[in-house]
C-alpha cells in the first residue's frame, strides 16, 4: 500500500479481554516497529522486528504482550488480560531497515480499556 | 539507554514570530536526530533531520542545529503560521541501537 496501514483505528474492550492489533507496513519495507503513545506523552518503544525475527522487545512492558511478524510483512501486537492501563494509541511505524533513517507512521490503534 | 528531555512543554507564538525548540540527548553513541510533527489525531510525520556529521540543517522555514560536544540539539520555525500548530517531538537514535527515543512532545500554537 501507499502508507502504514492499522486496523482497527478504534478498540474499545473490557478489563480482562483479549485484544489483536493488526499493522500493514509499506510494502518493501523490512524494519517495523511498534510504539505507545500515551494522552501528552512521545512515542515509547515497544518492540522492533527486521525482517520476520524480532529483534529487540526490550520495550515490552510485561509478558502480557506479545507480537508476530510470521511472514515479514504484516504484523500483530497482542495484548493478553488487557489493563485500564494500557489505554493508549498503538503506532506502528515501517522503515527501509534498520538505523537508515525515516520511520513512517501509520495513524495508530487508540485502545481504551473500560 | 538513551533518555531524550524536550523543552518546552507548550510553546504560543504569534504568527510571523519564530518558534524555538529544544532537546537533550544523553547517549553520546547517538547519531541520527529527527523531528517529527503532530498534528490533534494524525501520525507523526517526519519534518526534518540531522545526522552526527553536520551542525545544521535547514529546509525553508524550518532549521535543526546540532551541538555534539552539549548533546543538546534545536528545531528553528521562522515567519510560523497557524498551519504549524501541532505537537513536535524529537528524536534520538544511537549507531549502536535500533531504535528511535522520543521527546515528550511540545505543543505548538501559532495564534494570529
Known amino acids: 500500500g501507499a502508507g502504514v496501514s492499522q486496523t482497527p483505528s478504534n478498540k474499545v474492550t473490557e478489563k480482562g479481554k483479549y485484544v489483536e492489533l493488526r499493522c500493514d507496513p509499506i510494502?518493501?519495507?523490512?524494519?517495523l516497529y511498534w510504539y505507545r503513545q500515551s494522552l501528552g506523552q512521545g512515542p515509547e518503544f515497544l518492540i522492533y522486528?527486521?525482517?520476520?525475527?524480532?529483534?529487540?522487545d526490550s520495550g515490552l512492558p510485561n509478558d502480557r504482550f506479545f507480537a508476530v511478524r510470521p511472514e515479514g510483512s504484516v504484523s500483530t501486537l497482542k495484548i493478553q488480560r488487557t489493563e485500564r492501563g494500557d489505554s493508549a494509541v498503538y503506532l506502528c511505524a515501517s522503515s527501509t531497515g534498520a538505523n537508515t533513517g525515516e520511520l513512517f507512521f501509520g495513524e495508530g490503534s487508540r485502545l481504551t480499556v473500560l | 539507554g538513551e533518555n531524550v528531555e524536550q523543552h518546552p512543554s507548550t510553546l504560543s507564538v504569534q504568527e510571523g514570530d519564530s518558534a524555538v525548540i529544544k532537546c537533550t540527548y544523553s547517549?553520546?553513541?547517538?547519531?541520527?536526530f529527527p523531528w517529527y510533527k503532530q498534528e490533534l489525531g494524525k501520525r507523526p510525520q517526519l519534518i526534518i533531520d540531522i545526522r552526527s556529521n553536520v551542525g545544521e540543517k535547514k529546509d525553508q522555514r524550518i532549521a535543526v542545529t546540532l551541538n555534539k560536544t552539549a548533546k543538546h540539539f534545536s528545531l528553528h520555525i521562522t515567519e510560523t503560521q497557524p498551519e504549524d500548530s501541532a505537537v513536535y517531538f524529537c528524536a534520538a537514535l544511537a549507531g549502536t541501537a535500533s531504535k528511535l527515543t522520543f521527546g515528550t512532545g511540545t505543543r505548538l500554537q501559532v495564534t494570529l
Open positions: 522486528f527486521q525482517g520476520t525475527g524480532a529483534a529487540d
Open positions: 510494502s518493501g519495507h523490512t524494519a
Open positions: 547517549d553520546s553513541a547517538s547519531n541520527y
